[in-house]
Nanobody, 126 residues
Framework: QVQLVESGGGSVQAGGSLRLSCAASAYIYVTYCMAWFRQAPGKELEGVAAIDSDGSTSYADSVKGRFTISQDNDKNILYLQMNSLKSEDTAMYYC????????????????????WGQGTQVTVSS
């Protein structure tokens, strides 16, 4: 069982930056996807950014050019660097992971994730 623990959320003014971290308690699998999702009050869960075991990344259009997802494989930590934050980025941010047992990795923002963190709140004030 993999446990995911997020950190790094907080309050920031519009235009500011935050870096989220997600520590995984165990090895996921040789091939996997990891992603950041967010959910604002009254809105659906949204996939924000994802990365696979090959290092390929994908982003929601709303964050392209502002957010960067990365991973430290040695430490089993996933990051989300968020720059030029906007009020509409305010949400609870969740880290998620899924092993990929069959086929090639990819399409990480479209997969069903099995491991989820508890979330970290990001609040952007204008």
């Amino acid at each position: 069982q993999v446990q995911l623990v997020e950190s790094g959320g907080g309050s920031v003014q519009a235009g500011g930056s935050l870096r989220l971290s997600c520590a995984a308690s165990a090895y996921i699998y040789v091939t996997y996807c990891m992603a950041w999702f967010r959910q604002a009050p009254g809105k659906e869960l949204e996939g924000v950014a994802a990365i696979d075991s090959d290092g390929s990344t994908s982003y929601a259009d709303s964050v392209k050019g502002r957010f960067t997802i990365s991973q430290d494989n040695d430490k089993n930590i996933l990051y989300l660097q968020m720059n030029s934050l906007k009020s509409e980025d305010t949400a609870m941010y969740y880290c998620a992971a899924v092993p990929v047992f069959f086929g090639s990795v990819g399409y990480c923002l479209s997969r069903d994730y099995v491991y989820w963190g508890q979330g970290t709140q990001v609040t952007v004030s204008s």
